[in-house]
């Protein structure tokens, strides 16, 4: 397992992949930048960098991308939550992204449906980063692209295998002789994947951060879980700290537990270890570890926390 030390990353530490996935050569997303911050992930490139490599039931990871730069669309099995760490964000869902869409400020969350295809684009006026937590330790095992995206990737040199690893011919790389290339949902198989409106998807897979300010003002508010804003099982629970809401008196963690700060400077002690972390940083506390996190100095101060749980990662939770 690795140290105390080694579990904490910080955003300007970050290491990009360019190549994560199929689209990585397609116009308009070309310029995307994949984070496995926090397990294994769902790139499927072998050049992802992995920061911690710990299992801990769910994946952290991140997407920089610069303006007007989009994901393309895909579908996961898992989780898939995001939070807006810098920028503005135009998230859109459906096969081809015209089911319904909505915009992302900074500290608004988004648990996407699982099932469902998604994808989302930096609409900001300058670099942007959003954090994601994925279900499972394999993150539910990669993910589905649309059909037409793989096409447009083929087009532009990038070929998906069957074992799910990328392939670039642009640097001489073709499929192996015993690997057939990812086949193309039919359309009897695309039937599975819903066209959800709208109204389905705001106000109840999504929370604002202002929403989230007031909620935590004096207790934590819990974001995603069975009694959540957000109601789901995902496999980890997602809570909101402000200042009147931090942790000074010092918590041993039962399982494993990552914290995000949003907005300000948090101290942020894990056994006797103790470092200022700000948005964009992640620490990873292991159980059995005490840990307290409160802000450094005056102003506005958020953070996220992430709790593993029994809950099986799996499809989207309902009552």
Request: glycine share 10%; no cysteine.
């Given at each position: 397992m690795s140290t105390i030390e080694q579990r904490i990353v910080r955003y300007g530490e970050l290491k990009p992949c360019k190549t994560a996935f199929i689209d990585a050569h397609t116009p308009g997303s070309d310029l995307k930048e994949n984070f496995t911050i926090i397990g294994g992930g769902?790139?499927?490139?072998?050049?992802?960098?992995?920061?911690?490599?710990?299992?801990?039931?769910?994946?952290?990871?991140?997407?920089?991308?610069?303006?007007k730069c989009r994901n393309s669309l895909h579908s996961h099995t898992t989780a898939e939550v995001f939070f807006v760490a810098k920028g503005r964000w135009r998230f859109f869902w459906g096969l081809h992204g015209t089911a319904g869409e909505?915009?992302?400020?900074?500290?608004?969350?988004?648990?996407?449906?699982t099932g469902i295809f998604r994808g989302f684009e930096n609409i900001g006026t300058d670099y942007g980063m959003i954090m994601a937590v994925l279900g499972g330790d394999d993150a539910g095992g990669g993910v589905t692209w649309a059909p037409h995206v793989i096409q447009d990737a083929q087009a532009h040199g990038l070929m998906l295998g069957e074992n799910g690893v990328l392939y670039d011919s642009k640097k001489g790389q073709e499929l192996p002789h015993n690997v057939g290339p990812m086949p193309l949902l039919s359309e009897e198989e695309l039937k599975a994947y819903p066209e959800?409106?709208?109204?389905?998807?705001?106000?109840?897979?999504?929370?604002?951060?202002?929403?989230?300010?007031?909620?935590?003002?004096?207790?934590?508010?819990?974001?995603?879980?069975?009694?959540?804003?957000?109601?789901?099982?995902?496999?980890?629970?997602?809570d909101f700290l402000t200042r009147g809401s931090a942790v000074t008196t010092p918590i041993k963690a039962e399982k494993p537990v990552v914290l995000m700060p949003m907005r300000g400077h948090w101290r942020i002690r894990?056994?006797?270890?103790?470092v200022v972390l700000s948005n964009g940083d992640t620490a990873l506390v292991m159980p059995g570890e005490t840990y307290g996190a409160e802000p450094s100095m005056t102003g506005e101060a958020s953070l996220y926390r992430i709790t593993a749980t029994d809950d099986p990662a799996g499809t989207t939770w309902t009552r």
């Open positions: 769902v790139s499927e490139s072998p050049d992802q960098h992995v920061h911690i490599s710990d299992k801990i039931g769910f994946n952290i990871g991140a997407a920089g991308q610069p303006p909505f915009t992302a400020e900074e500290g608004d969350i988004f648990n996407i449906p959800v409106p709208v109204d389905a998807v705001i106000g109840t897979y999504v929370a604002r951060y202002w929403d989230l300010m007031a909620l935590g003002a004096n207790k934590p508010a819990v974001v995603i879980g069975e009694n959540g804003l957000i109601k789901d099982k995902p496999g980890f629970e997602v894990i056994n006797d270890v103790e």
